[in-house]
């Protein structure tokens, strides 16, 4: 069992540059996260979906969008990659969403630099 | 509203020696709380979780936490530091029906020989 698998593993983009960053799971999990880590800051919810269809705004969502079509999949698209965008990203699931006591299952991250 | 405070961005023990690692949180309902723990160039995973049975929680790798609701604390402890320990340690929060889980800054352990 895979779990998450997230791509790219590392990305430089030029600033106003459209970047996808793609995140799959295998588990059959209800619902899926988008954070970012920045040093000295901890990890930030961009986005999340508690089941295929639905999206929410977490923390930090301006300048980010995702999509939600299927059970396993949770790209997260950055329009217009401005510098500030620089950062490690993590994508996490966890079996229903809804219950706060749910362990959340974490991707390798991707790591970008936007120039 | 949530939040946790990690006190000490940065913790230094010698191996074999005792590892804490302080973690404060405030919720307005009654919180679930978590750690991680996440190794060079990784993804997190998860070390232990409270969720309102026991309050002595033990985790993997010999970790252990103790949910205090006077103190508002859930410290992070091992007796015995192993070189391989080295790593960030995550305290996070979450409250009732709420699934968002809120992050501290993080810990990062050093274990020196």
């Known amino acids: 069992i895979a779990g998450i698998t997230q791509a790219p593993t590392s990305q430089i983009l030029a600033a106003g540059r459209r970047m996808t960053l793609r995140c799959t799971q295998d588990m059959r999990h209800n619902a899926m996260y988008w954070y970012r880590q920045d040093l000295g800051l901890g990890l930030r919810l961009i986005h999340y979906s508690n089941t295929a269809g639905t999206t929410g705004k977490g923390e930090v969502p301006d300048g980010y969008s995702v999509s939600r079509a299927n059970t396993d999949d949770f790209p997260l698209t950055l329009a217009s990659a401005v510098p500030s965008q620089t950062s490690v990203y993590f994508c996490a699931s966890s079996p229903q969403g809804l219950a706060g006591q749910e362990t959340q299952y974490f991707g390798p991250g991707t790591r970008l630099l936007v120039l | ?113």
Request: charged share 10%; glycine share 8%; hydrophobic share 35%.
């Open chain 2, 1 to 113: 509203a949530q939040s946790v405070t990690q006190l000490g961005s940065h913790v230094s023990v010698s191996e074999g020696a005792l590892v804490l690692l302080r973690c404060n949180y405030s919720s307005s309902v009654p919180p679930y709380l978590f750690w991680y723990v996440q190794y060079p160039n990784q993804g997190l995973q998860l070390l232990l979780k409270y969720t309102s049975a026991a309050t002595l929680v033990k985790g993997i790798n010999g970790f252990e936490a103790e949910f205090k609701k006077s103190e508002t604390s859930f410290h992070l402890t091992k007796p015995s530091a192993h070189m391989s320990d080295a790593a960030e340690y995550f305290c996070a929060v979450s409250g009732g029906s709420n699934y968002k889980l809120t992050f501290g800054k993080g810990t990062l352990l050093t274990v020196n020989p």
